[in-house]
């Protein structure tokens, strides 16, 4: 069993170290940064109203109930 063990261990770390051989390069202009600028500015804009509406759920179910009851 042990033998096993470290041949697959020799087997794995060596094709690790080739696993990159160069940096990558991003080329990403102007216009890629302003897409994804706008796809997190959508993003956020819909995250505020649903955090809003979770804090409003949680606040009614754990909210106490008040008997208004007139004779």
Do not use: Y
């Not at 606040?59 to 109930?65: D, I, P």
Request: charged share 10%; net charge positive.
């Amino acid at each position: 069993m042990r033998a096993l063990i470290t041949t697959i261990i020799a087997t794995i770390i060596p094709a690790t170290a080739f696993a990159s051989s160069s940096a990558h390069v991003d080329n990403s202009g102007l216009f890629v940064w302003l897409f994804l600028g706008f796809c997190a500015l959508i993003i956020a804009a819909q995250v505020i109203p649903a955090a809003l509406m979770l804090f409003g759920i949680v606040k009614g179910v754990t909210g106490k109930v008040e008997a208004n009851v007139k004779a």
